[in-house]
Structure formats: structure tokens, C-alpha cells
């Protein structure tokens, strides 16, 4: 770990080399984090998990200074990173093609896969924007990153029932906003 902290420090000082070491020990980790946020793409995948990480990759290079302080605060970086780029691309596709028919999808726990189409990722992505800064980190690490509960409070610097608060509160405030309030079925 010695390694990846230095290398933390150098790419946070602006290395490239150390941002390309740190995806080369990363990689398996970016591609199982790419893998899990396209399971809940519907329809024709228009990205493969490689190709995620590496646009995701172009992102975290462009961006300057890489700010993570730990594995763990890393991964919930290049998560946010690949929702960024899957939400460019739905952006894109859903200006090709607009579809009338909108199906609901509940942020449920993760054990559920949730499928969202080019227009519920938008509406998420939107919603997402509103949530205080660190409910949305928290959203974020979850349910885009699927990082655990412990994970997210190791990144973030706080306790795992603090975690646990946010994700209730974010998950209620995101179902009001993208359902008007209506009750669950």
C-alpha cells in the first residue's frame, strides 16, 4: 500500500504516470465497477465495461489533479467519473431517439438489480444535482460505485449509520422528485 500511496500523492501533484500505474493496479477493480453500472443499462448496450473505464480514464486525465486519498476514495472517484460518461452518452442517445414510454425504476438495495433506460439515467442524473453535496456522494458510491455501506464511510470520513442516514434520506428525496410524490405501488 506504501506503492499506491505514492503514487496517490504523484497524481495528485499532476503525474500522468502515476495516474496511468494507479489504473494498471486498478484495472480489474475499474472493470468490475464499469461492469456493475452498465448491468443496469436497458437495451442495446451502446458501451462495453472496457470502454468505460477507459473513457472514464480520459476524464479522470483531462481533470488535472487527481484528489483520491485511498483505494477505496479512488474507486468512488472513477465511479463518479463513469456516471459522468454514461450520462454523456445517454444524453446522446436520447437526443437520437426520444421514447414516450418511461419506466419507473425504485433505488432499491443493491442486491436488486435496477435496469434504467437513456431517460431514467437523465431524470436520476438531474434529480441527483439537487441532493445535498454528501447525500449525493453517497448515492453516488452506492448506487452507481457499488461500494458497501463501510466503504462509503471510510471515503467520505464518517460513520457507517451517518452513511446509512444519507442513503435513506437520498433514496426518499430522489423517489418524491422523480415520481411527484406518489405512493409506491
Known amino acids: 500500500m506504501d506503492e499506491v500511496a505514492r503514487l496517490l500523492e504523484a497524481a495528485r501533484g499532476g503525474d500522468r504516470d502515476a495516474l496511468n500505474r494507479l489504473v494498471s493496479l486498478f484495472y480489474d477493480d475499474l472493470r468490475e465497477l464499469a461492469r456493475r453500472q452498465l448491468r443496469r443499462e436497458i437495451g442495446a448496450r451502446t458501451m462495453h465495461p472496457t470502454s468505460l473505464v477507459h473513457e472514464a480514464y480520459m476524464k479522470l486525465a483531462r481533470g488535472g489533479a487527481l484528489n483520491a486519498e485511498n483505494r477505496v476514495h479512488l474507486l468512488a472517484i472513477a465511479a463518479r467519473a463513469m456516471r459522468q460518461v454514461l450520462i454523456d452518452d445517454a ?3 436520447s437526443s437520437v431517439k426520444r421514447s414516450a414510454a418511461w419506466k419507473r425504476a425504485v433505488l432499491d ?77
Open 91 to 93: 444524453r446522446r442517445r
Open 109 to 185: 438495495e443493491l442486491d436488486t438489480a435496477s435496469e434504467l433506460d437513456a431517460d431514467e439515467l437523465l431524470a436520476l442524473d438531474g434529480a441527483l444535482d439537487e441532493l445535498e453535496p454528501r447525500q449525493r456522494q453517497v448515492v453516488q458510491c452506492r448506487f452507481f460505485g457499488g461500494l458497501e455501506e463501510q466503504e462509503i464511510a471510510t471515503a467520505l470520513g464518517v460513520t457507517v449509520r451517518t452513511v446509512r442516514r444519507d442513503w435513506v434520506k437520498a433514496r426518499a428525496w430522489l423517489y418524491r422528485s422523480l415520481y411527484d410524490g406518489s405512493p409506491p405501488d
